[in-house]
């Protein structure tokens, strides 16, 4: 994965001869994520595929979060900057799954298991989050297993 964090590294001069503020700060703040997990006690020295984009999905989900906050307290603009860094941090993620795909991969998981129904959720829940980590979000899974386990 230190591809990943070279690339970052490589974007981070060019935002700033673009001088491109807000890719700038998204980018500085994905490198000291990135350099925070390689340096964290009991890190080997390395960062992993899994973890880097745990890391980048967590940074995006904080900036939404916080971008919805911004709204409710009537502060669009800096809503509107908090978006920005996510769509900025979204371009590092793989390509997430498209709803017909992620469908099919929880009917897929649903046989594997054997699960029946509603009670069955945290059976694939568990193997469905570590199977489909970092090609959609985990609330995008929980919602397609709830709709496919009422069936």
């Known amino acids: 994965m230190n591809e990943l964090f070279d690339k ?8 700033m001869l673009a001088r491109d503020k807000v890719a700038l700060e998204a980018l500085r703040g994905i490198k000291k994520e990135f350099l925070e997990a390689k340096t964290a006690k009991g890190s080997d020295g390395t960062l992993h ?9 967590k940074m995006i989900k904080q ?18 900057s908090e978006l920005a860094e996510a769509a900025v941090i979204e371009k590092y993620l793989p390509a ?28 694939v829940m568990g193997v469905a989050s ?18 496919l386990l009422a069936k």
């Open 8 to 15: 970052v590294s490589g974007d981070i001069k060019t935002a």
């Open 49 to 57: 595929d899994d973890v880097a984009v745990k890391i980048l999905q």
């Open 63 to 80: 900036r939404k979060e916080s971008a919805q906050i911004y709204s409710e307290q009537n502060r669009p603009e800096l809503a509107e």
């Open 96 to 123: 997430q799954m498209t709803d017909a795909e992620l469908e099919a991969a929880v009917a897929a998981i649903i046989a594997q298991v054997g699960a029946f129904g509603p009670q069955d959720m945290g059976k």
């Open 130 to 147: 570590k199977q489909l980590a970092g090609k959609t979000e985990g609330r995008l899974i929980s919602e397609k297993v709830k709709a």
